[in-house]
């Protein structure tokens, strides 16, 4: 696991969150407290606390997890396989309309008393193309149940412009140049930066690619939302404008796939430049910042909300 | 029902939690985390040593669910 540590960027000083201890990263990386001492001692970037002893970063901590295994075998791996296993199934289904009841509330070790005023939620986008409220979202707690209907489209982006720097920005997640991993919130929102310093996840290419695409004189815009399936997941793509429609280019999706993450068909890769997957549920999130916020501030780790989701029939 | 409870006593962080889990009770909004159900849809695949489906996957809620799942390897074909 300590040469995993050449795999990804660690998160710069000035960004990290140094405040998970020993005992709850050994738990994240399933295993002993000693292998992370060793590894702090070893350089693993940490903050040495008198009384808790080394403090580590959560996003550290993932990717160490992600890039550590090599088995495929760990959460993150685990849940691109299962999110992304709609990929293997005929294309047709991509695009069917589905209707999803999707339940979004705080975790289970979040502090008691929390408001809405307090935790902030992003709900649903129930105007974007292809949303349709099926149950309008009704409060839960601080949270919401909603239940929608998404009908996808299959397109695919025709201008050679937007389709070469989308394909840039592929390029360099699958050479390395740019390493995809966990990326902290607030370097999500600098996205140039992350860039820069070669790490990016999915907030951080629908960023880029929407400004690069503006910047060239096209109308683009980040989305953020859920990706649905076995849970609902955090995901970021980015909206381009053609031809009277919006588009989504996914970098990410198109990069993941052909990995050894996971193994998906020609056409699905073709699908991310342009088609709309009927499980990609936009929430109000402009310029896909932070779907979750405590006192306005993008929500920690440890706070970030559970998402569940489940076909729903009126039936 | 026993049998899908104990594969998913297996992945939780806190397995005393499910004895406050109802069979039709979505595990998320009951306070499964996101890591546990993909451990549990991972025990289910090898379990039944193959993939699980798309649709199986998105069905994959309750304790009722993982039950139904894990009877098709009790079910003898034809």
Redesign the interface.
């Known amino acids: 696991m300590t040469r995993a540590t050449e795999r990804f960027v660690p998160v710069p000083a000035d960004f990290a969150c140094y405040e998970t201890d020993v005992r709850w990263a050994a738990?994240v990386l399933d295993t002993g407290p000693d292998h992370l001492e060793t590894l702090a001692a070893n350089g693993f970037p940490h903050a040495d606390d008198p009384e808790r002893g080394p403090l580590f970063d959560h996003v550290d901590l993932m990717n160490l997890a992600m890039y550590g295994a090599g088995n495929g075998?760990t959460?993150p791996d685990?849940?691109i396989r299962?999110l992304l296993?709609?990929a293997?199934?005929d294309p047709r289904?991509w695009y069917e309309p589905r209707e999803w009841r999707v339940?979004v509330?705080p975790?289970?070790h979040a502090p008691a008393g929390l408001t809405a005023q307090e935790y902030r939620i992003s709900r649903p986008d129930v105007t974007a193309p292809g949303i349709q409220a099926i149950r309008p979202a009704v409060a839960d707690g601080v949270g919401f149940e909603v239940v929608v209907r998404i009908t996808g489209a299959p397109a695919s982006i025709q201008d050679r412009q937007i389709w070469d720097v989308y394909a840039e920005l592929v390029d360099a997640l699958n050479t390395g140049t740019v390493v995809y991993q966990a990326v902290p919130e607030r370097l999500r929102m600098r996205h140039a930066t992350a860039w820069e310093l070669g790490m990016a996840d999915c907030v951080v290419t629908s960023r880029l690619l929407a400004e690069r695409l503006r910047a060239a004189g096209h109308t683009a815009r980040a989305r953020r939302g859920y990706l649905?399936?076995?849970?609902g997941?955090d995901h970021a793509w980015c909206e381009v404008y053609e031809d009277g429609a919006w588009k989504p280019v996914d970098v990410v999706f198109a990069s993941l796939a052909g990995t050894q993450r996971f193994d998906a068909s020609a056409s699905f890769v073709a699908a991310c430049g342009g088609g709309r997957f009927n499980r990609l549920l936009p929430c109000q999130a402009d310029d896909a910042v932070a779907l979750v916020a405590i006192d306005d501030e993008p929500a920690p780790p440890w706070a970030l909300a559970?998402?569940?989701?489940?076909?729903w029939s009126a039936g | 029902m026993n049998d899908a409870r104990t594969l998913i006593k297996k992945y939780l962080d806190h397995p005393v939690l499910l004895d406050h889990i109802d069979d039709e009770d979505d595990l998320v909004a009951a306070g499964v985390d996101s890591g546990e159900i993909i451990r549990i849809a991972l025990g289910c695949e090898e379990h039944l040593r193959r993939a699980l489906s798309d649709t199986e996957l998105a069905e994959l809620t309750s304790v009722r669910a993982v039950s139904r799942l894990l009877s098709e390897k009790d079910t003898p074909c034809g």
């Open positions: 738990r075998q959460i685990l849940a299962f296993r709609f293997d199934a289904t339940r509330r975790p289970k649905l399936g076995l849970v997941s559970g998402v569940s989701c489940q076909p």
